[in-house]
């Protein structure tokens, strides 16, 4: 028979694979989805599943896995993109929920330690949840989106350090200048010697692994789970919690221990443990804790932390925003994005029920203020980027600019032409002499293996705009297309698809958010032949009234021997026809036949 335990385990995995399923599929976080089951399930509500002690150790390590994922996914490069515009959204929008929060639990009579609990908990964002909804409503090369991520990555950086403090304080449990000045001593000390060590000691790390050419990807997860649960160790024992030294762990493993394609390959598994099985158990346990009873009780105070972390969220970034110099409207839009909680304000809430700091009720208060603030981000933000999209406030982020194309046969090298009056463009081919003829032709093209990370970081992968995979290979297109999309995230993904092809390419497509070449599944080698030959013309047609890409192609016969290769704007601008666009009235399609 098997243990209590093991079977407990088992229910809680499965109902977290429900919730989490159900929540992706309507385009929310599957987060929200793990705290629902657990509270349907949980004694909340039908009482069928509880938990135990074995199941509660999992949960913890699952909040320090998470929180290490969360260190790794942090580029501090990216940060410099919107650096300043980033920092005042994130002190805003963080600032004023927090005296939100912490001014309203005062107002009911909580302690002063609950009351500043609430603030960091409404001040925090989430990073998740708007990085899907970014890519769902193709924002990523917008200014917009790299002030939200800097701003979420700041402001829960600010809640992290705010916390940490917190936790030294109620171990001392006492207030006075010794007692501050040991919490302060000791959270410095921390801070210092795991940023020492991240800075000196995991470079030289991890030029002793690199020399070790036998080492298997089992062998660098250890190392991976050494350092995290080491890094854990060093913050408890400095009188924090656990969570912040695995969130440094993952901010240094990023750049110092392993190298880029080991990094990446380890992350995969270190992101399949933690995400896939033991975070959902915390989550779905944190729905155990969640009391039904403040709908009857504290129905008042609900509410009121729910408007707080709306209101403040939106209206203290829109106002910090302001010295930026990009508008009040773009702060009110960077606001409503910021506006979702998650991962990050659970873990928490989850850590200040457990102390003893906050009470059941307000732990489930801030549990339904993340379910509900997170439930407005898309509808608020995708109604205020339609605002700015229709005020022609909607500014393309310039730090990416250009295009790289996989591909130098004749029909690549033609396209780039025309896409070179405007923009940098780079080929890339593992074909010497085709490579030779399109640099002999003015175009820059590089020789390599398109599916190898150094080839496209010669290419300068990692400031392009537009990644176009042209060749007539429909496999390598879409590989090379998610080595863009994964490693070097070019927001904008075209890829050619041929008539061969299965539903599978689609699908990918969809998976990374790309688009399909021509807006049709096209057979690369006649046009080869064609523009090699010489037997084509180029011709040109204005467009009177919007219409998509697809059915312009529709309009026309899908064997009517056109190749629609290029749309022209009213300034000149040209970019490539592919089936994610539409041409405007008085945009131009340049077409070959």
Same mark, same amino acid.
């Given at each position: ?60 390590? /699952? ?14 490069? $990216? ?117 020492? *060590? ?37 913050? &408890? ?12 762990? /993952? ?44 709908? &009857? ?49 659970? @873990? ?9 700091? *906050?009470?059941? #009720? ?74 030779? #003829? ?11 293996? /398109? ?71 096209? $057979? ?10 010489? #037997?084509?013309?180029?011709?040109? #047609?204005?467009? $009177?009234?919007? @219409?998509?890409?697809? $059915? ?40 070959? @036949?």
């Amino acid at each position: 028979m098997a243990e209590p335990y093991i079977l407990e385990l088992l229910f809680i995995l499965v109902a977290a694979w429900i919730g989490g399923m159900l929540a992706k599929r309507i385009g929310f976080p599957p987060i929200l989805g793990e705290l629902f089951i657990g509270i349907i399930l949980g004694p909340a509500l039908l009482g069928l599943l509880e938990t135990s002690a074995a199941v509660d150790s999992l949960a913890q390590l /699952g909040i320090v896995f998470l929180m290490a994922y969360i260190g790794m996914e942090i580029n501090f490069k $990216d940060l410099g993109k919107a650096s300043w515009p980033g920092l005042l959204a994130a002190i805003g929008g963080f600032i004023v929920p927090f005296a939100l929060g912490y001014y309203t639990i005062i107002a009911f009579d909580g302690t002063q330690m609950a009351a500043v609990f609430v603030g960091i908990a409404v001040g925090v964002t989430s990073l998740a949840t708007k990085s899907r909804i970014l890519v769902d409503l193709k924002l990523l090369d917008t200014r917009i989106a790299y002030v939200l991520m800097a701003g979420a990555l700041i402001s829960d950086t600010l809640a992290l350090v705010i916390f940490a403090g917190i936790i030294g304080f109620v171990d001392v449990g006492s207030v006075n200048a010794g007692a501050l000045s040991l919490v302060a001593g000791k959270a410095i000390l921390f801070f210092i010697a795991t940023t020492l *060590i991240g800075i000196y000691f995991f470079p030289i790390l991890g030029k002793l692994l690199s020399k070790v050419k036998s080492l298997v990807r089992t062998f660098h997860f250890t190392v991976m789970l050494i350092i995290v649960l080491g890094f854990s160790e060093l913050a &408890e024992i400095a009188g924090l919690h656990g969570i912040l030294g695995a969130f440094m762990a /993952g901010l240094f493993m990023r750049e110092g221990v392993f190298s880029r394609q080991v990094f990446k390959d380890v992350t995969i598994v270190f992101h399949d443990v933690a995400i896939g099985f033991l975070a959902p158990i915390f989550f779905v346990t944190a729905g155990f804790n969640v009391s039904l009873e403040v709908f &009857e009780t504290n129905l008042l105070l609900l509410i009121l932390v729910i408007l707080g972390a709306v209101v403040g969220k939106i209206l203290g970034t829109a106002l910090f925003y302001l010295p930026s110099g990009y508008g009040w409207r773009e702060g009110i839009t960077i606001g409503t994005g910021m506006n979702g909680r998650g991962a990050v304000e659970i @873990i928490i809430a989850g850590i200040g029920l457990q102390l003893g700091i *906050i009470s059941t #009720e307000i732990f489930s208060i801030l549990v339904f203020m993340a379910i509900a603030t997170t439930l407005t981000v898309p509808f608020f933000l995708t109604w205020t980027t339609n605002w700015l999209r229709k005020k022609g406030k909607l500014v393309k982020q310039k730090s990416r600019t250009g295009y790289l194309i996989l591909g130098a046969n004749p029909l690549a090298v033609y396209m780039a032409k025309h896409l070179g009056e405007n923009s940098e463009v780079v080929l890339i081919d593992a074909n010497k002499d085709l490579v030779n #003829e399109a640099n002999e032709q003015g175009i820059k093209a590089i020789q390599g293996n /398109g599916l190898k990370e150094e080839t496209l970081q010669a290419a300068d992968a990692n400031t392009k705009n537009v990644f176009i995979a042209l060749t007539g290979n429909n496999e390598i297109n879409l590989l090379t297309a998610q080595l863009a999309h994964n490693s070097f995230y070019i927001p904008n993904k075209i890829v050619l698809i041929s008539p061969g092809s299965n539903g599978a390419g689609t699908h990918l497509l969809d998976a990374m958010g790309a688009s399909s070449l021509f807006a049709n599944k096209t $057979d690369l080698s006649p046009w080869i032949y064609k523009i090699s030959a010489g #037997e084509f013309e180029e011709h040109q #047609e204005e467009v $009177d009234l919007t @219409i998509h890409t697809r $059915d312009w192609v529709k309009n026309r016969g899908l064997d009517n021997g056109i190749l629609p290769i290029i749309i022209v704007d009213e300034s000149g601008q040209k970019r490539p026809f592919h089936f994610g666009d539409s041409i405007y009235a008085n945009e131009k399609i340049i077409y070959l @036949i």
